[in-house]
Antibody, heavy 118, light 108 residues
Framework: QVQLVESGGGVVQPGGSLRLSCSGS????????LHWVRRAPGRGLEWMGL????????NYADSVKGRFTVSRDNSKSTVYMQMNSLQEDDTAVYYC???????????WGQGTLVTVSS | EVVLTQSPGTLSLSPGERATLSCRAS???????LAWYQQMPGQAPRLLLY???SRAPGIPDRFSGSGSGTDFTLTISRLEPEDFAVYYC?????????FGPGTKLAFK
C-alpha cells in the first residue's frame, strides 16, 4: 500500500524549533520528490517547500525561507522539515505529498498538527 | 511570487447543477503548470487536475479544466453530493509555488 506518514508535530513556544518527518512506504521512495504543504486554522493551503528525489534541489516559500530546511534520507525513506524560529503564524496542519509531474500529487500524508503558542 | 486569485469566494449550487470556478494568475503561466485540488474538512487535499486540464488518476470525468496564460477554469459538469468542498488552484510553474485562496462550493 502506497502511503506517507507524517510525525513530529506538537506544541512549541514562539521562537522554538521542531522537526517534522514524512516516511514513505509501498513505493520506491528515492524516485520521488516530496512537497510540504500546510493549512492554518481558518485559512487556505500554503505551499511550503519541495525537495528533489535525491535531495540536491530544494525550494521554499518566501514565508519560511531561512527558517525552515528540508532534507531527506533515502536509506530511511524519510523526508524531514526542520522548523526554526517558529511563530504563532506557523500554527497549522502540515502535510507532505509525493511529487506528481511537478506538483503535489495523489499521495498525501494524513497531516501533523503544529501549534505555536506561549 | 505569482499571486493567484479565485472567484467566487463561495458558490452555492445544488446537486446536478454545473459548477464553474475561476482562477487568475498575476503572471502568465506559459507552461500552463496550473493544478486544482479539492479539500474536504479534516482531510488531506486531493489532486484533481494538473497542467491545467489533465485529470489525476481516479478522478471522474465530470471534472475538467481549461485555460491558458493567466486565466484558468475548473468545471464540474454535474455536481454530486460528495463534490461540495473547498477547491484550490495551484501554480507550480515558478518557485515559490503558490495556492489561490480557495472557492467554497456550498449546498444551495
Amino acid at each position: 500500500q502506497v502511503q506517507l506518514v507524517e510525525s513530529g508535530g506538537g506544541v512549541v513556544q514562539p521562537g522554538g524549533s521542531l522537526r517534522l518527518s514524512c516516511s514513505g512506504s509501498g513505493f520506491i521512495f528515492s524516485n520521488y520528490g516530496l512537497h510540504w504543504v500546510r493549512r492554518a486554522p481558518g485559512r487556505g493551503l500554503e505551499w511550503m517547500g519541495l525537495v528533489s528525489y535525491d535531495g540536491r534541489d530544494k525550494n521554499y516559500a518566501d514565508s519560511v525561507k531561512g527558517r525552515f530546511t528540508v532534507s531527506r534520507d533515502n536509506s530511511k525513506s524519510t523526508v524531514y522539515m526542520q522548523m526554526n524560529s517558529l511563530q504563532e503564524d506557523d500554527t497549522a496542519v502540515y502535510y507532505c505529498a509525493r511529487d506528481f509531474f511537478g506538483t503535489a500529487g495523489n499521495v498525501w500524508g494524513q497531516g501533523t498538527l503544529v501549534t505555536v503558542s506561549s | 511570487e505569482v499571486v493567484l486569485t479565485q472567484s467566487p469566494g463561495t458558490l452555492s449550487l445544488s446537486p446536478g447543477e454545473r459548477a464553474t470556478l475561476s482562477c487568475r494568475a498575476s503572471q502568465t503561466l506559459s507552461g500552463n503548470f496550473l493544478a486544482w485540488y479539492q479539500q474536504m474538512p479534516g482531510q488531506a487535499p486531493r489532486l484533481l487536475l494538473y497542467v491545467t486540464s489533465s485529470r489525476a488518476p481516479g478522478i471522474p470525468d465530470r471534472f475538467s479544466g481549461s485555460g491558458s496564460g493567466t486565466d484558468f477554469t475548473l468545471t464540474i459538469s454535474r455536481l454530486e453530493p460528495e463534490d461540495f468542498a473547498v477547491y484550490y488552484c495551484h501554480q507550480y510553474e515558478t518557485s515559490p509555488f503558490t495556492f489561490g485562496p480557495g472557492t467554497k462550493l456550498a449546498f444551495k
